[in-house]
């Protein structure tokens, strides 16, 4: 597999074959290293043909499809096909994403009732486990979970769950890949700019920062080291006052979106749906930082004309295969704006692993890990549980050992105190893999 932290999971757990009597129903990121989770997977005693995959269509690489499907697993056409009107509003996405997870599950559980096999979901955003539970799955079967979400879990905290999940979501976690996920934000950020014509200099004139949480507040550090001071907003003023003990701006007044020629969004909640007037200067560009396409909803559901807007709107013919990744343009009250990469997710372009696999290993690791956890609670009470300590150590230790210059001492809670110290080292294992993209460092 070639991931030393998935590595160290397997290892530690290959003997057992915990997955043996499995099925698997996932929605992920459909990219390089997913491909070495679901290997994985299949180390432990799942096999290939019993794993059925729904891949988001907006992180999905069309190159991983062949060799997942040469595996023998079953992708849903879903993962990338579709009508480019399914992005015109966060419905309509929704509306096009959930029959494909409806039908993913059905497969995956007719072949687990047939074979006598526990189902186990491997869920992004808590589409399929929501769903499960709706179709009440656990009533005739056993069903367990994983999550690897803050936002999934919270979506699905509030209802009484039939089965068990597993959270993937940790501090530990945060603290180790939100450095490298804000870089990547922000690089691709630089390539788009060029992309729709603008120069770095107007672009990030006015930059705002929506949510401080840890990556919003490692996007604030990335765009420090370029020479920009963002403005930040956040609705709870006791984490805008943590923004403002690091050196940044943290706006409490009610427009907080007003001049601004960057709004970036790390919440994943919605901003300027329902707005009324348009507060932000001419040419500004809004980029999404967060797993859902919610933020800008309102942007392009809009008819044409109204109100002063046109809006290049994506075609009723046309697929998401043309449309997803790119730049719209919208003109609005004499003013144009560009919403990057379709809205969606915008470190997530298209490209087989938009951060060094050495930099996002432990998420896919801690999948598996609590996959593992996960079939050892079938049966058990409705609940969501974190992952295990054991099962951290050994994850953290593992890339710890591998990524050494990123720590001071060999545990996550002893990481390299300077921000911007810490980001030049990523930035390293960046250039040292040739992703692509621009260095962050100056504006030109």
Known sequence: MGLPAIDAVVDSARGRRPLRNVTIAARQHLLGTMLDELDAFAALGCRYDRMFFLGKPNSTHLGTISPARKRGIRVHRGSFDGPASAMRSYDAWKSHCSPGGEEVLRAAADQARDLGNTLLIVDNGGLLTLTAQRMGLAHYMGVVAVEQTARGIRWMGGGGLDFPVVAVSSGDKLTFESPSIALSVVREIRERTRAVGLTQRDAFAQPLVVGYGPIGAWVCQALKRMGVKPLVHDSDRQIGFLAELAGFDALTHDD?????????????????????????????????????????????????????????????????????????????????????????????????????????????????????????????????VHLDDAWKHLTMDTVAELVPNLFERNRMSQTVSDPIRRLELVEAIFEEHSTGSADIVGIS
């Open 256 to 384: 907080p979106l007003a001049d601004s020629t960057l709004v970036i969004d790390c919440t994943g909640e919605p901003i300027v749906r329902g707005m009324k007037g348009w507060p932000f200067a001419d040419q500004c560009l809004f980029a999404n930082a967060s797993p859902e396409n919610v933020a800008f909803d309102g942007l392009l559901d809009g008819v044409a004309g109204r109100d002063g807007r046109a809006v290049q709107l994506p075609d009723d013919d046309g697929t998401l295969i043309d449309w997803i990744h790119r730049d719209i343009r919208v003109d609005r009250s004499e003013k144009t704006s560009w919403l990057l990469n379709g809205g969606f997710t915008i470190n997530l372009p298209g490209t087989i692993d938009s951060v060094p696999a050495s930099l996002i290993q432990l998420t896919r690791a801690q999948m598996v890990a609590a996959g593992c956890q996960a079939v050892g609670m079938v049966g058990t009470a409705g609940r969501i």
